[in-house]
């Protein structure tokens, strides 16, 4: 199996961006539905979160596959999608923050492009630009890393603190739960020289991840 998988990894790659991208469609358009229906705020950045990762999966599995020119589309489409999926996790990040970061009565004109954002922004492209010059990932898994340590914990506590009342909250936890697993399976798959096994792994545990929010969104949208 492993053998088969390696041997037709291109193909494997391109069907497998193809489903992730059509899960971000189906996320980022049910909860800007959503977002217009609530007006809360944090449905606004959590549909931006997977806008991003939209945006990042296609820049390195659609982007890359499909253009011919690749002596110069694998850097650019590496630096595009490591800065993306950096700043989805950040969105991520504001989607659970956003009254601490906003204010509980201010809401941004824009959620794309304001000033506390520019923070996140200018943080992304740091991190990107550090990797790139040493031509490692180690910034982005430490990052990372510390990005999704902490959403498992306030995810957790606030699904403590709701219960029952917002079963979304379940499926986020275990979804921080299972982000920060799989970039630490990445950080060692990358200390052991990228080791195949590993990761091929983590695309199923990413997969699985956006499955999901995907469960959770849909369940969460299917009265509206």
């Known amino acids: 199996?492993?053998?088969?998988?390696?041997?037709?990894?291109?193909?494997?790659?391109?069907?497998?961006?193809?489903?992730?991208?059509?899960?971000?469609?189906?996320?980022?358009?049910?909860?800007?539905?959503?977002?217009?229906?609530?007006?809360?705020?944090?449905?606004?950045?959590?549909?931006?979160?997977?806008?991003?990762?939209?945006?990042?999966?296609?820049?390195?599995?659609?982007?890359?596959a499909l253009s011919f020119y690749r002596d110069w589309i694998y850097p650019v489409s590496n630096f595009l999608f490591e800065y993306f999926i950096i700043m989805a996790g950040f969105f991520l990040m504001y989607s659970l923050m956003w009254k601490k970061?906003?204010?509980?009565?201010?809401?941004?004109?824009?959620?794309?492009?304001?000033?506390?954002?520019?923070?996140?922004?200018?943080?992304?492209?740091?991190?990107?630009v550090l990797d790139n010059i040493w031509n490692t990932y180690f910034f982005m898994f430490l990052s990372q890393i510390i990005l999704f340590s902490s959403l498992s914990v306030i995810s957790?506590?606030?699904?403590?603190?709701?219960?029952?009342?917002?079963?979304?909250?379940?499926?986020?936890?275990?979804?921080?739960?299972?982000s920060l697993f799989a970039w630490g399976l990445n950080a060692v798959a990358a200390y052991l020289d990228w080791n195949t096994a590993l990761l091929i792994s983590v695309p199923f545990i990413n997969l699985i991840i956006f499955l999901l929010f995907l469960y959770g969104v849909v369940n969460l949208t299917k009265k509206d």
């Open 101 to 128: 970061i906003d204010g509980s009565n201010q809401a941004q004109i824009s959620s794309l492009f304001n000033k506390k954002l520019i923070i996140f922004y200018v943080m992304a492209l740091i991190i990107t």
């Open 156 to 178: 957790y506590a606030n699904y403590i603190y709701r219960g029952e009342r917002a079963k979304f909250l379940k499926f986020y936890f275990i979804a921080m739960v299972l």
């Open 1 to 64: 199996m492993l053998d088969l998988i390696i041997a037709n990894r291109e193909l494997i790659k391109l069907i497998y961006g193809i489903i992730l991208l059509i899960i971000f469609i189906v996320i980022v358009v049910k909860t800007h539905r959503l977002f217009h229906i609530s007006l809360h705020q944090g449905i606004r950045y959590f549909r931006n979160a997977f806008f991003f990762y939209g945006v990042a999966f296609a820049m390195r599995y659609l982007f890359r």
